[in-house]
Nanobody
Framework: VQLQASGGGLVQAGGSLRLSCAAT????????MGWYRQAPGKPRDMVAT???????NYADSVKGRFTISRGNVKNTAYLQMNNLSPEDTAVYYC?????????WGRGTQVTVSS
């Protein structure tokens, strides 16, 4: 199973970005898809997760600003990020979990300038 994340970039504070994640190589529906982020010198933290039934979970720091969703195409997920702040600057990783296995995509850089 391979996950491909895209959509990162440079944006000014208050701006928006939409990250996309597509998982390929799995014959099964990926049960949980999520976004994590890691800033320099900090651990990798959960940003948002979504279960196949649509149930979502968010880090407190992004509630009300970020929205995770699953796409119509099987095993895709999106992260809509609004009202970005410099504290959101990090490498964002997509993660998929299925049948007890966890898969990570390569990160995409999000940089928010003040």
């Amino acid at each position: 199973v391979q996950l491909q994340a895209s959509g990162g970039g440079l944006v000014q504070a208050g701006g928006s970005l939409r990250l996309s994640c597509a998982a390929t190589g799995s014959p099964f529906t990926i049960i949980v898809m999520g976004w994590y982020r890691q800033a320099p010198g900090k651990p990798r933290d959960m940003v948002a997760t979504i279960i196949h039934n649509g149930m979502t979970n968010y880090a407190d720091s992004v509630k009300g600003r970020f929205t995770i969703s699953r796409g119509n195409v099987k095993n895709t997920a999106y992260l809509q990020m609004n009202n970005l702040s410099p504290e959101d600057t990090a490498v964002y990783y997509c993660k998929g979990s299925v049948r007890g296995e966890h898969y990570w995509g390569r990160g995409t850089q999000v940089t928010v300038s003040s």
